[in-house]
């Protein structure tokens, strides 16, 4: 670690293995990893973390870990029956089985994408017959 000063401000130019070590001591955690490293704010860390290839990927491998221990929580849940789990899962994970909360459609305008959420349930029958009519028109 090397350590210089500017205006009168000290400061402590830490290692890539340093910040590596803070990263994954915080699981990726910016502001905390910062913390760790004695950095005032994370904004610089964040910058370095950017710019260099293999601290952003050690910092999304430790972010990644998080993910994991938050699936094996909602394992835990689902395996004790916990309802309000299985909902959430299903709305997530189920999209592609069909357990959605609200239609989605896409399409095109004026050559850009657009992707439009309905839940159909509260439109009236005049809004889903224009909504029909604004699709078919632009065949």
Avoid: W
């Avoid at 835990?76 to 459609?105: H, S």
């Avoid at 029958?125 to 078919?136: G, T």
Wanted: hydrophobic share 40%.
């Amino acid at each position: 670690m090397g350590e210089f000063t500017t205006k009168g401000i000290h400061f402590k130019k830490h290692s890539d293995a340093e910040v590596i070590e803070a990263l994954r001591a915080t699981h990726g955690i910016m502001s905390q990893a910062a913390k760790l490293l004695g950095l005032g704010s994370a904004g610089g860390l964040r910058n370095r973390i950017n710019a260099k290839p293999k601290l952003y990927e050690v910092m999304m491998e430790a972010r990644s870990e998080i993910v994991d221990l938050a699936e094996t929580v909602m394992v835990q849940k689902l395996q004790m029956g916990d309802p309000n789990m299985a909902q959430f899962v299903l709305r997530t994970l189920g999209r592609d089985r069909g357990y959605i909360t609200e239609n989605v459609l896409t399409g095109t305008m004026d050559t850009r994408s657009v992707v439009l959420n309905y839940d159909f349930d509260k439109l009236t029958l005049e809004q889903k017959l224009s909504l029909e009519k604004a699709f078919i028109d632009q065949d």
